[in-house]
DNA sequence: CCGGTCTGTCGCAGTCGTGTCGCAGAAGAC
DNA sequence: GTCTTCTGCGACACGACTGCGACAGACCGG
């Protein structure tokens, strides 16, 4: 599984390829325009980034530059048929790869895999931390080789956490992230489920190792 | 978390995304006309400002001249809907970003991270002042590479002090960003603070080099 | 329709942090 | 030099925060 932020500002494209992408085990994001995009890239982090280049307001020539600026993140960019313009002016930004539209679902998804895979094995495939393994394309976690079975809720809330390691998230941020609903007023369900997994994944869940407190703030993942 | 000012004059919105980005984890000041947020902006040395164009008195674009003057605090606008006269002139004026109206409190969050990452993470990121090194988005905090564990209260005290070197705050003042409530009559609480956090900060804490009384104000951080 | 798993809520208990108090010492004022 | 004011600093008790177990409803698969 990848955090894929799909950035495309035709609506019937978007959503057809956020399906797509999405039955392909990803978890995908949108964004409708290239402020929004860049908005969205920011708050959530996402292993790569696909890109339209005919956006209203800031165009995705622009938007490219500005993830490129911002890290490591690969960009794939979708083009309108084979137009030499666009794909040299699209690497020239900093793409790493590019997919002419109308974009099969299939070769776009290889493509999210080559390019990931490409990149040092960041996000697709395993996240080790210690003696933690977390696969997100296969979805497992392991501990000194052993097999960790996380639910849905724990897992989805490890691979937020992990997908920043040392950020402190709040318990208003989790729920927003991992359960995706406002809250009215806090509650303990964050530090219920944090405390679940670690059972599971700790060794000595009284002094956690990946999964650390942060009194009066949240949680945090990793060591510092 | 970062310091944000929002300078904003309809009661009900400033209301509404002062909770909002507060629950987003940052640290929200607020004004209702151009004049007092020039005002706030002087005393409380925030790391972003958001900016209502609409204001009585000074307009936005003025604000956001005068701000830009100052210094290198970056600036996002709220405009009406793309008012592309808006756009333009709110960037000529020295604006990073805009945010068109109703602004939905997530995207403001994004953008306002975007922004602080852009500007060489002076906020999101890593504060070093001789041997101390203030890590604001892991919110650690550590000496000659030694981890330092501060308690809630001390790293806020600690990361509203540093936010605003060589300047002076008074206990009020202290209260009322780190504590957040108007206190009745003053209290030795914040020397107690100061002098906790001296403990574990400095090697000296009888001569301290990193946050200094200065006798009959308040307190200061750094070395002049 | 039934059984099991997962999820969210509640309550309790332990711990750590925080705010208050009092005293002593230092810095200025006169 | 003396007196006043302000700050450093240790002690302590209350309170907030978190860990953790228990339980009930939701959800899912058979």
């Known amino acids: 599984m990848a955090a894929i932020l799909l950035i495309e500002d035709d609506p019937l494209v978007r959503r057809g390829l956020q399906l797509?992408?999405?039955?392909?085990?990803?978890?995908v994001r949108t964004a409708d325009t290239g402020e929004?995009?860049?908005a969205e890239f920011a708050s959530s982090t996402p292993d790569i980034v696909v890109l339209d280049l005919m956006l209203p307001g800031?165009?995705?020539?622009?938007?490219c530059r500005r993830i490129r600026n911002a890290g490591e993140v690969p960009v794939i960019m979708l083009t309108a048929r084979g137009d030499d313009f666009d794909v040299v002016s699209g690497l020239a930004a900093g793409a790493d790869d590019y997919v002419v539209k109308p974009a099969q679902?299939?070769?776009?998804?290889?493509?999210?895999?080559?390019?990931?895979?490409r990149s040092a094995g960041a996000s697709d495939g395993v996240r080790a931390h210690g003696e933690l393994r977390i696969d997100t394309t296969a979805l497992t976690v392991s501990v000194r080789g052993e097999p960790v079975p996380?639910?849905?809720?724990?897992?989805?809330?490890?691979?937020?956490?992990?997908?920043?390691?040392?950020?402190?998230?709040?318990r208003t941020q989790l729920l927003q992230e991992v359960w995706e609903h406002d809250y009215l007023g806090d509650s303990r369900l964050v530090d219920n489920c944090v405390q679940r997994m670690r059972a599971k994944i700790e060794s000595d869940p009284a002094s956690p190792v990946y999964v650390q407190t942060v009194r009066g703030f949240g949680y945090r993942f990793g060591p510092v």
Not at 20 to 27: E, F, I, M
Not at 150 to 170: C, I, K, N, Q, W
């Open 20 to 27: 797509a992408l999405s039955r392909h085990g990803h978890d």
């Open 58 to 63: 800031i165009d995705g020539f622009e938007v």
């Open 105 to 117: 679902p299939t070769v776009l998804d290889a493509r999210i895999r080559a390019v990931l895979r």
């Open 36 to 38: 929004h995009g860049l």
């Open 150 to 170: 996380l639910t849905a809720t724990e897992l989805r809330l490890l691979l937020t956490l992990s997908r920043a390691p040392g950020r402190v998230f709040s």
